[in-house]
């Protein structure tokens, strides 16, 4: 009984120990960094494997809770977090919906671009499941609350210690990739580049959560 107690907490201390490592790794991955830029490709896969819902733009990040994300195919789209506000902005429709940005900027993927790994450890188990000596290294992460996340897992690729894909799946098993292209880490960005001015004529529209 003593040697299967010892050998299970042995365990858990390894695991332990595995995931603060990973956590260490992930951070120094994502947090060196005020901010970044980069183009972007982004598509569905069913269960099947099978692509679709192609979409294409870029995004610029800076921390804490600022981005400007720009869908420019099939469609366009702007997103605009001011740290204050989320504004969205459908040209096509000429309208905009403005949402606080507290609890917005609580999803995954913008925890991860805006490198909040402390955050982010809190709500998944973080575990480095490859590794290699051409410098790429693949991150994946578990809900601790599967039942009120909506993803079921994320996989996080490096190559050459730039992140290059998302990959996110939820619990009917279809995935969303990100494909990240040109990342550059700590750029020029204009002054205004995270303010948003609803243009003349579009209807405002206020999110009734705030």
Do not use: C
């Not at 290059?164 to 494909?179: I, K, T, W, Y």
């Amino acid at each position: 009984m003593l040697k299967r107690f010892l050998a299970a907490a042995l365990f858990v201390l390894s695991a332990g120990a595995v995931q603060a490592d990973a956590v260490d790794d992930l951070s120094r991955l994502l947090s060196g960094h005020e901010s970044a830029k980069a183009s972007f490709t982004q598509f569905a896969l069913n269960g099947d494997g099978a692509r679709a819902e192609d979409s294409s733009g870029y995004f610029m990040v800076a921390r804490p809770n600022q981005f400007r994300w720009i869908t420019e195919a099939p469609f366009v789209q702007e997103i605009v977090s001011d740290g204050d506000y989320i504004w969205i902005h459908d040209p096509d429709l000429e309208q905009v919906t403005r949402k606080a940005a507290n609890g917005q900027s609580n999803s995954a993927p913008a925890m991860i671009l805006n490198g909040q790994i402390e955050a982010l450890s809190k709500r998944f188990t973080i575990e480095r499941i490859d590794s290699n000596d051409s410098g790429t290294s693949l991150y994946e992460l578990r809900p601790i609350d599967s039942e009120n996340s909506t993803f079921t897992r994320i996989r996080l690729l490096f190559e050459q210690q730039q992140i290059s894909e998302l990959s996110m799946e939820d619990s009917l098993g279809q995935r969303s990739m990100l494909v990240l292209h040109d990342l550059e880490y700590d750029p020029q960005l204009a002054d205004d580049v995270f303010t948003f001015e609803p243009p003349a004529g579009a209807d405002v529209i206020l999110d009734p959560g705030q």
